[in-house]
């Protein structure tokens, strides 16, 4: 076998509790199996139905639904494909990086029922509710998202600020992550109580809009570059930096609160170009965040990497992911400094092309590649299936294509208005959809072999 590290993120030696740090095991199986089955049955079958409604001129493609819908795709994705991924896998390796055994894990188990009813309640009820029971579900689905936040938070800040933790940056990350969940909870709570009294059809543009980004960028990718940042090293043969990387993490928290915080105070508030230009300051500290992560990952130059022949293929994700954030970088600076030129905030399809570079670029990017890599599921196909690089290259292909093509029209913005401009984004949502259920179904398959008796003895000659 070769000298790749299965699980790159090892326990810390020496550390007091290191031993015990492994002895629970968070069911990282089904947060990924939640975490798959919202984003094939919700948000990314949303993803394609919202581009076909417009460019096919579907009635409801014109209404109010389509934008409930978009609401929901947006929560469905982003705290159920995503954040339910990353929240598994963040529980499974804090053990391993901080030496520290999980914190209050009876809490573990009431993840997943809290947050996958939540997100159930409020794609249903937002769209096709109406009444008293549309406002239970919104008003029981935000408190079960704020619920949820809280347990995981107390995981986190219990098993990384305790004073034996060895996490260091990827520390930072995890922790400001964990508040960015909360706040991106609590901002939706305030949300649903607006749309409850108001009986409104959805919730208020703006104030959404700051959700979501608090949600994407406070919470998904500060834990996405977390991982990032401890484990791509470790492939890449990248030096160690941690004084770079905790500020990297403090930067990014500092961008989501200057631009989250600017656009709040211009809805409740009063819209003025000072603070339009704090949050232009806010999304550019976000580029030099990302800027930063793509460096300290060392993804992006040839070294003499680490990576096992049988993953080099898989690390193209990796690759193709940072090279995807650089991109989100070079985009948030542009438009961040024009914007601030201008003192006004970036417009929405710029807001809208930056979000997809790093939702299908970056994190579906990262799931599908740090999956094949580290999940011991996908360790154990690469001795079942060796002869699948064919597959992982089309798949890498099609995610890529598909980044383009969901950014090419929200780059054309005003330009490419009619509604042809939602066949590129049908087209993306297709490959990106196919992607995500070929990995979907190779996580089940390997689950299914290794089950099976002999699979034990088959891996133990095969590593001899
Ligand atoms: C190829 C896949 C995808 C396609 C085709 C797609 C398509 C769309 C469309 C058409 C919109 C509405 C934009 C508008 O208002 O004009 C939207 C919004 C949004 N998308 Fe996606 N999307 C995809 C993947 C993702 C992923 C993976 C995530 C997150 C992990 C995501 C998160 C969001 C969010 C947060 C919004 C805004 C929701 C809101 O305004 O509340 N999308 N998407």
């Known amino acids: 076998m070769s000298n790749e590290p299965s699980i790159p993120l090892t326990e810390v030696r020496g550390a007091p509790h290191a031993a015990h740090a492994s002895a629970y095991d968070a069911p990282y199986r089904r947060f990924i199996a939640a975490s798959l089955a919202l984003a094939i049955g919700g948000g990314f079958m949303l993803s394609l139905l919202l581009p076909l409604a417009r460019a096919e001129k579907w009635a409801w493609g014109s209404g109010i639904r389509w934008q409930a819908l978009v609401q929901a795709h947006g929560q469905l994705q982003l705290i159920g494909f995503g954040g339910l991924f990353v929240m598994g896998m963040s529980l499974r390796l804090m053990p391993r990086f901080s030496g520290r055994p999980l914190a209050f894990r009876t809490l573990v188990p009431t993840l997943i029922p809290a947050i996958v009813t939540s997100l159930v309640l409020r794609s249903i009820a937002e769209p096709w509710g109406s009444g008293a029971t549309r406002d239970v579900a919104l008003i029981a689905s935000a408190v079960l998202l704020l619920v949820g936040g809280i347990a995981f938070t107390a995981i986190i800040w219990g098993t990384l600020l305790h004073r034996e933790s060895r996490a260091g940056a990827t520390g930072y990350y995890f922790v400001l992550g964990s508040i960015g969940f909360c706040a991106g909870a609590m901002l939706n709570l305030l949300q649903v109580i607006e749309i409850v009294r108001g009986d409104l059809a959805i919730a208020p543009v703006s104030k959404e809009t700051a959700q979501v980004f608090v949600q994407q960028y406070g919470f998904l990718l500060m834990f996405i570059s977390g991982v990032g940042g401890r484990a791509v090293p470790t492939f890449t043969g990248a030096p160690s930096r941690p004084v770079a990387s905790r500020a990297a993490a403090l930067i990014l928290g500092a961008g989501v609160a200057l631009f989250a915080g600017a656009m709040l105070w211009m809805t409740y508030r009063s819209p003025s170009s000072t603070a339009a230009r704090v949050g232009d300051i806010g999304q550019l500290l976000t580029a030099l965040a990302f800027a930063m ?22 690390f193209w994700f990796v690759r193709s992911a940072y090279a995807w954030m650089l991109a989100a970088a070079v985009l948030t600076a542009w438009y961040g400094v024009r914007a601030f030129v201008d003192g006004s905030l970036p417009d929405t399809f710029e807001l809208d092309a930056i979000r997809h570079v790093l939702t299908i670029g970056v994190l579906t990017m990262m799931v599908v590649g740090m999956s094949l890599l580290i999940v011991p599921e996908f360790a154990g196909r690469r001795l079942q299936h060796p002869d699948e690089r064919i597959l992982i290259w089309a798949m890498i292909a099609a995610l890529n294509i ?12 005003i330009n490419w208005l009619t509604s042809t401009r939602y066949w590129p984004i049908a087209a993306a949502a297709s490959l990106t959809s196919g992607v995500v259920i070929v990995f979907a179904t190779m996580f089940v398959q390997s689950y299914v072999e290794q089950r099976k008796p002999g699979w034990g003895a088959a891996r133990s000659r095969n590593a001899a």
């Open 293 to 314: 992560s793509v460096w300290l990952s060392g993804a992006l130059w040839p070294s003499k990497n680490r990576v096992a022949a049988a993953s080099q293929t898989a």
């Open 402 to 413: 598909a980044s383009a093509l969901r950014l090419w029209p929200a780059v054309e913005g």
